[in-house]
Nanobody, 122 residues
Framework: QVQLVESGGGVVQPGGSLRLSCAGT????????AGWSRQAPGKEREFVAAITWSGGDTYYSNSVKGRFTISRDNAKNTAYLQMNSLKPEDTAVYYC???????????????WGQGTQVTVSS
């Protein structure tokens, strides 16, 4: 099991920015990507973004494409989610994930982080 620790959540006004971090322990060879999902109150958890560790290929949901940027630092085993132009509908608990791209898109990754709250409100 990969241990994941998230940080960087908080409260921000609409149009503002936040940067989430996800630090992980050493990962097995089956874990080829890192990503983020989110869950708003009363809604199912949804895929947000993912990135491969080796090539840095990125994937985004349509709802965040053009506003969010995922990146990674292989040396630090850390992934980042830069969130710009935030909207109230981005309010959710954001969960870091480790697995394959497909597993994260389908909501069944190898490991989940504990989650960090992001609130967008004026």
């Amino acid at each position: 099991q990969v241990q994941l620790v998230e940080s960087g959540g908080g409260v921000v006004q609409p149009g503002g920015s936040l940067r989430l971090s996800c630090a992980g322990t050493e990962r097995p060879s089956s874990v080829t990507a890192a990503g983020w999902s989110r869950q708003a109150p009363g809604k199912e958890r949804e895929f947000v973004a993912a990135i491969t560790w080796s090539g840095g290929d990125t994937y985004y949901s349509n709802s965040v494409k053009g506003r969010f940027t995922i990146s990674r630092d292989n040396a630090k085993n850390t992934a980042y989610l830069q969130m710009n132009s935030l909207k109230p509908e981005d309010t959710a608990v954001y969960y870091c994930a480790a697995g394959t791209i497909a597993s994260m898109i389908h909501g069944d990754p190898h490991s989940w982080g504990q989650g960090t709250q992001v609130t967008v409100s004026s």
